[in-house]
């Protein structure tokens, strides 16, 4: 709903907060590193959390509880994006891998490491599909994977002169928008 939002947070918690009243409904606090991501599916009241703990939390925020703990990463985790369908969500990690985990059997799907690569996945975004996962990399770089066949498909080489940051995909498919620290918002 319009009226509540959560947050993650260097204090290694999460918080639903009511925006109307500006004051905390619900705090999530089972992780032991800062909170740097959330993905939420506002359908069945759920969100996923990405830590510096190496560890992703599926959280049940009407319950204001966890669900379960996703483990596979060996670094902190910086971005994680929920799946079009609500059955799974992704992650990314300075382990410089992407995977995807499955939210009905809770566990892992695929492991999606470049060959070469070896730099910190800093964001993520899936196409509308779920069949691309599109990752930002502290070395300047997008990936596209084709989450099925856990393949590179495609790649952005230094689309931008720092770390990208953010990303987003157009529900078309027909492009994706990155964002960097170097303060621009660039359309592909």
Known sequence: D???MITSSGDAT?????IDTRQPKANFTDH????????LDTTKNIFVSGSCDSTCKLWDYRA????????????DINGVSMFP????????????SCRVWDLRSFGQLKKMVPEKVVTTVTSLAF????RVLVAGRDDFTVDAWDTIKGQLVSQLNNP?????????????GQAVATGSWE??????
Request: glycine content about 12%; hydrophobic content about 30%; proline content about 0%.
């Open 2 to 4: 319009d009226k509540e």
């Open 14 to 18: 999460c918080v639903l907060w009511d």
């Open 32 to 39: 032991t590193g800062d909170c740097m991501s959330v993905a």
């Open 64 to 75: 204001k509880k966890g669900v379960a703990t996703f483990r596979g990463h060996d670094s």
């Open 85 to 96: 369908d609500g059955n799974a969500f992704a992650s990314g990690s300075d382990d410089s």
């Open 127 to 130: 196409s509308s599909s779920g």
């Open 160 to 172: 931008h002169d720092n770390r990208v940051s953010g990303l987003g995909v157009a529900k078309d």
């Open 183 to 188: 303060m621009l918002r660039k359309i592909w």
